[in-house]
């Protein structure tokens, strides 16, 4: 809050106290609606935890990487409590990534007021938030990447103790939801650009190449974790929403090893038409958010709620670059992974992968009203 006068700050303490009862209207309101959903993708993490309790491991090796919400349901069950216990949790957790927004939107936007926005934006965005009362990994992943990437775009210096806590959150989000090791590459260009810049050419070299490798690795390792995933299958049934089989079985040529990025890459370069075809449709897909099994005032919902950022976005970037906020290269490049993650396998039922992006991408809208902004400082200094 250091960038404003008394006046400003108390202005800003009614807005966080609006917030609070705006996020208090939405979480009840949702929690009335929906109850505590124990079924459809919940079950599968309830039936994996009760297997992890009964035979002391996971039934797959590619479980690990939703092993955070397992866990946390296998403690529940082991502990005899209720499931509400995980939702009292997910709340709290939601509760302070929606302060680590605000915190991060006051940093990036530069005024209380437009922070505010932004943020309230954040806390009704009901597709987002639904997610709270559900036992799935949604409510937990989405809040850690927001309290992670708010922890990592306010930092003033980078020391040990940082990046300590930058890896074990990292580490934390990729055991939540495998897409959280996309984090890895946008937190190497951003502290390369923001605090590495002094270093020499080699250094700098290295520091890049060794977080591709590293990054890359931990795809392949992902890719090949086992379980029921076929990362051929979006291609071989041309699945432009995942489990939607648009034909029965493609002709296309593929390695017989094609979890991978080695049989990533074979189908690609063997199957540029379909790819690129397919890959039209799923961009389609994944920014037009609109489905045809989506009621009409659910799509016009959509379309009101987030098509105006995608043009206000392309505003806030060019003034952010003009400012040489170097937080924009985070936030384009983490929305920019989860694109090519969906153009590489197939866009989500319910928009939950543009729906992981989407406060980067409001907070990049309401940063083409910065301008509006006049700094009382400033007005101070031409009147004096």
Same mark, same amino acid.
């Given at each position: 809050?250091?960038?404003?006068?008394?006046?400003?700050?108390?202005?800003?303490?009614?807005?966080?106290?609006?917030?609070? &009862?705006?996020? =208090?209207?939405?979480?009840? &309101?949702?929690?009335?609606?929906?109850?505590?959903?124990? %079924?459809?993708?919940?079950?599968?993490?309830?039936?994996?935890?009760?297997?992890?309790? +009964? @035979?002391?491991?996971?039934?797959?090796?590619?479980?690990?990487?939703?092993?955070? +919400?397992? @866990?946390?349901?296998?403690?529940?069950?082991?502990?005899?409590? !209720? $499931?509400?216990?995980?939702?009292?949790?997910?709340?709290?957790?939601?509760?302070?990534?929606?302060?680590?927004?605000?915190?991060?939107?006051?940093?990036?936007?530069? !005024?209380?007021?437009?922070?505010?926005?932004?943020? &309230?934006?954040?806390?009704?965005?009901?597709?987002? +938030?639904?997610?709270?009362?559900?036992?799935?990994?949604?409510?937990?992943?989405?809040?850690?990447?927001?309290? $992670?990437? !708010?922890?990592?775009?306010?930092?003033?210096?980078?020391?040990?103790?940082?990046?300590?806590?930058?890896?074990?959150?990292?580490?934390?989000?990729?055991?939540?939801?495998?897409?959280?090791?996309?984090?890895?590459?946008?937190?190497?260009?951003?502290?390369?650009?923001?605090?590495? *810049?002094?270093?020499?050419?080699?250094?700098?070299?290295?520091?890049?190449? %060794?977080?591709?490798?590293?990054?890359?690795?931990?795809?392949?390792?992902?890719?090949?974790?086992?379980?029921?995933?076929?990362?051929?299958?979006?291609?071989?049934?041309?699945?432009?929403?995942?489990?939607?089989?648009?034909?029965?079985?493609?002709?296309?040529?593929?390695?017989?090893?094609?979890?991978?990025?080695?049989?990533?890459?074979?189908?690609?370069?063997?199957?540029?038409?379909?790819?690129?075809?397919?890959?039209?449709?799923? =961009?389609?897909?994944?920014?037009?958010?609109?489905?045809?099994?989506? *009621?009409?005032?659910?799509?016009?919902?959509?379309?009101?709620?987030?098509?105006?950022? $995608?043009?206000?976005?392309?505003?806030?970037?060019?003034?952010?670059?003009?400012?040489?906020?170097?937080?924009?290269?985070?936030?384009?490049?983490?929305?920019?992974? $989860?694109?090519?993650?969906?153009?590489? =396998?197939?866009?989500?039922?319910?928009?939950?992968?543009?729906?992981?992006?989407?406060?980067?991408? &409001?907070?990049?809208?309401?940063?083409?009203? =910065?301008?509006?902004?006049?700094?009382?400082?400033?007005?101070?200094?031409?009147?004096?």
């Amino acid at each position: 809050m250091k960038y404003f006068n008394s006046s400003t700050i108390s202005a800003a303490k009614k807005q966080i106290i609006f917030l609070l &009862f705006s996020w =208090t209207i939405v979480q009840g &309101f949702l929690l009335w609606q929906n109850g505590i959903v124990t %079924g459809l993708e919940a079950g599968k993490y309830i039936d994996e935890a009760n297997n992890f309790l +009964q @035979f002391g491991k996971l039934s797959s090796s590619n479980y690990w990487l939703y092993s955070t +919400q397992i @866990f946390l349901i296998a403690a529940v069950i082991k502990l005899r409590l !209720s $499931y509400i216990v995980i939702v009292v949790i997910q709340l709290l957790l939601n509760l302070f990534a929606t302060i680590m927004f605000y915190k991060l939107a006051v940093s990036f936007l530069k !005024s209380p007021l437009i922070a505010a926005a932004a943020t &309230f934006f954040f806390i009704v965005n009901i597709p987002y +938030q639904v997610y709270n009362s559900f036992l799935f990994t949604e409510s937990i992943f989405y809040s850690l990447t927001i309290i $992670y990437s !708010s922890y990592l775009l306010r930092l003033n210096h980078l020391a040990i103790k940082n990046l300590i806590i930058i890896v074990l959150l990292l580490a934390l989000l990729s055991i939540t939801r495998p897409t959280g090791i996309l984090f890895l590459i946008p937190t190497a260009f951003y502290i390369f650009f923001r605090f590495l *810049s002094h270093l020499s050419l080699l250094y700098k070299a290295l520091i890049i190449s %060794g977080s591709v490798i590293i990054f890359l690795t931990a795809i392949n390792i992902m890719l090949e974790a086992g379980g029921t995933l076929d990362f051929m299958l979006p291609f071989k049934k041309e699945n432009i929403i995942c489990g939607v089989n648009t034909v029965n079985n493609a002709e296309i040529k593929t390695l017989e090893k094609g979890n991978s990025l080695k049989g990533i890459g074979y189908y690609i370069v063997n199957n540029e038409k379909q790819f690129l075809r397919l890959a039209k449709l799923k =961009t389609i897909s994944f920014f037009g958010m609109v489905r045809n099994y989506f *009621s009409a005032f659910h799509n016009a919902f959509l379309m009101i709620f987030f098509y105006p950022f $995608y043009v206000l976005s392309i505003g806030g970037i060019w003034k952010k670059i003009k400012q040489k906020d170097k937080k924009i290269i985070y936030m384009i490049t983490i929305i920019m992974f $989860y694109w090519i993650t969906t153009l590489l =396998t197939c866009d989500d039922w319910h928009n939950r992968f543009v729906l992981t992006v989407s406060p980067f991408l &409001f907070l990049l809208g309401f940063a083409f009203f =910065t301008n509006l902004l006049i700094n009382p400082k400033s007005i101070k200094k031409k009147n004096s």
